[in-house]
Every structure is written in C-alpha cells, then in structure tokens.
C-alpha cells in the first residue's frame, strides 16, 4: 500500500514539473525555436530534391514569407481526448479524400476569444512507429484570402505527454503544399468545426512565388 502511495505522488511531482516547464519557457526560448524552425524550411524549399515548388517557383525563390513571431500566438490549450470517434474521409484540394480520426478537442483563449479546434490522427500512419503520436492540425481564421492562404493552414503536432495539455504555437503554422501550384500535391481541407472567428496573425503568410 505505500509503495503504491509514494508511486502515485512520484507521477505526481512528475506531472507537475513537466507543467511548470511548460509554462516556464521563456521568450527567448520561444524565439529561438521558431527561427530554428523557419530555418530548417527554408533550407527545404532551397533543396532541388525537397523542395514543394515548381522549378519556375524555385528559381525566384529567396525565403519563406513569415509574420513575425509573437509568443501570444504559442498558447497552452485544454485538451479533452475523444476516444470513440470514428475514421472519416477528409476532403482534399483534388477531389479525393483521406482517412483521419479525431483525436481530440483543444480549448483555448486568444485575443479575448475562447477557442476551440479539433486535433486528428492520419489513419495511414497510425500504426507506424515513426509517426504514430503524430497529430494533424488543420484550420481557417479571418486572415485566409488577405494576408495568408485562402484554403488555410496545418501544423504538425506530437501528443502530450501529460495527456490534458497541448502547446499550440501558431507562429509554426504553415502553407498547404498544394498553395505553390505544383499540381502534384493534394491537401487536406479544414474540416467546418476548425474554422476561428479570430485572426491569427502568426506563420507563415500567402505565397506570391511564381508558378
């Protein structure tokens, strides 16, 4: 019976700090990660064997065009699990759909709004070793069709470990592939119940490349 007890406030203090680390980073910490982060994508775009664009696109490429970064678009959102939802067909740009699950309802506050978004699982890699605790964000905000992509944006997230606690860091939100008019790519769009009635002023903005 004590074992068990003092396991119990090990996990505990465990989940604890690994709490207070989130909320911990700092400013520079943040930053740093995201110019890392925007580093590694533009070395990709550059790459003539990685890059989405066209060759007409990567000839007039220089850099990604980003908002600056902003820690009040990095949030710590709700996570509520939703084990009993079934796979479903998401619709692509082409017409064609692909099979994801809802893992899960994110809740969070910005810019005075509460907010909520769905996480989901890509059942084609669900039970890949490499990829499987990755999680698929895709969503709209009123900034679509002005400043960034009109048919919305993705981030790639991992599941938390604490299970209740998921970092949302909307400066990392990124183009789908088929925004640079290589017309080999098909992207997923955002399901209705992920479209925000704010803006989100973070990420990476409309591409205006060549095609």
Request: proline share 6%; with cysteine; charged share 25%.
């Amino acid at each position: 019976m004590r074992k068990s007890v003092h396991l119990l406030f090990l996990i505990a203090l465990m989940f604890a700090a690994n709490n207070n680390l989130i909320a911990q980073t700092t400013k520079k910490d943040i930053i740093k990660d995201n110019l890392s982060y925007r580093a590694d994508m533009n070395k990709e775009f550059a790459d003539t064997a990685e890059t989405p664009l066209t060759k007409e696109g990567l000839k007039a490429f220089k850099k990604i065009v980003f908002y600056p970064i902003k820690t009040k678009y990095r949030v710590i959102a709700k996570l509520v699990l939703t084990p009993d939802e079934q796979p479903f067909e998401m619709p692509r740009s082409k017409g064609n759909t692909a099979t994801y699950r809802k893992y899960g309802e994110a809740t969070f506050t910005l810019n005075g709004k509460v907010c909520k978004l769905s996480v989901y699982q890509y059942m084609k890699l669900i039970t890949d070793e490499q990829y499987k605790n990755d999680l698929f964000l895709p969503f709209k905000d009123l900034t679509n069709g002005k400043h960034t992509y009109g048919g919305g944006r993705f981030l790639e997230l991992v599941i938390p470990s604490s299970g209740e606690e998921l970092i949302i860091d909307f400066n990392k939100a990124f183009n789908p592939l088929c925004c640079y008019h290589n017309p080999k790519y098909s992207c997923p769009i955002p399901p209705q119940e992920n479209h925000l009635q704010v803006k989100i002023i973070a990420g990476e903005k409309k591409y205006k490349g060549k095609e």
